[in-house]
């Protein structure tokens, strides 16, 4: 026989859980995005060491870029917030159906899994963990689906090593 709980059950279940989340910062790839102080050549796309009139630092002719350094584009790394529930104890971890011998540095977090795209494309998780110290992680593990069948609200759970 089947156990039906009423959908209220998880509204409720679901509530409680967002009162444990804390918001985190995901650190995506760096992208190439061409300098505005500089012209760039066609070919290859490297600066020629002209400054580009409205760009913010101005630079004699034949001189490295100071915002580029003479590459023609700055690496920039975008970030977006996400909540998370985080677990830095190994026995607070949750159980994803086998045992995780993991090491001391590593972390376990639950999000929701409408954000498991977000979660598998960037390459570090920040966590605020004080005023002065931000703990940095790479993804260690894959995601792991994690909830009941009949709740509409799905989590996943990853793994993080501390970078």
Same mark, same amino acid.
């Given at each position: ?73 700055? !690496?920039?790394?975008?970030?977006? #917030?996400?909540?998370?529930?985080? %677990? ?6 949750? @159980?994803? &159906? $086998? ?25 570090? !998780?920040?966590?605020?963990?004080? #005023?002065?110290?931000?703990?940095? %992680? ?6 792991? @689906?994690? &909830? $009941? ?15």
């Amino acid at each position: 026989m089947a156990l039906n709980i009423p959908a209220s059950a998880f509204n409720k279940l679901n509530e409680a859980i967002l009162l444990f989340n804390r918001t985190c910062t995901l650190v995506y790839p760096e992208k190439k995005d061409r300098c505005g102080n500089c012209i760039t050549n066609t070919i290859g796309g490297r600066s020629v060491n002209a400054y580009r009139s409205g760009g913010p630092a101005s630079f004699n002719r034949g001189t490295l870029c100071p915002l580029c350094g003479g590459k023609g584009f700055k !690496l920039v790394e975008t970030t977006k #917030s996400v909540e998370l529930r985080v %677990y830095h104890n190994r026995k607070d971890f949750i @159980s994803v &159906g $086998f045992n995780v011998d993991v090491p001391s540095n590593v972390i376990q977090t639950v999000g929701l899994m409408s954000d498991y795209d977000d979660l598998t494309k960037a390459k570090e !998780l920040i966590i605020d963990v004080g #005023s002065y110290n931000k703990g940095r %992680y790479r993804r260690l593990s894959e995601p792991y @689906s994690q &909830g $009941f069948k009949q709740n509409p609200t799905q989590y996943v759970v990853i793994y993080w090593e501390r970078v």
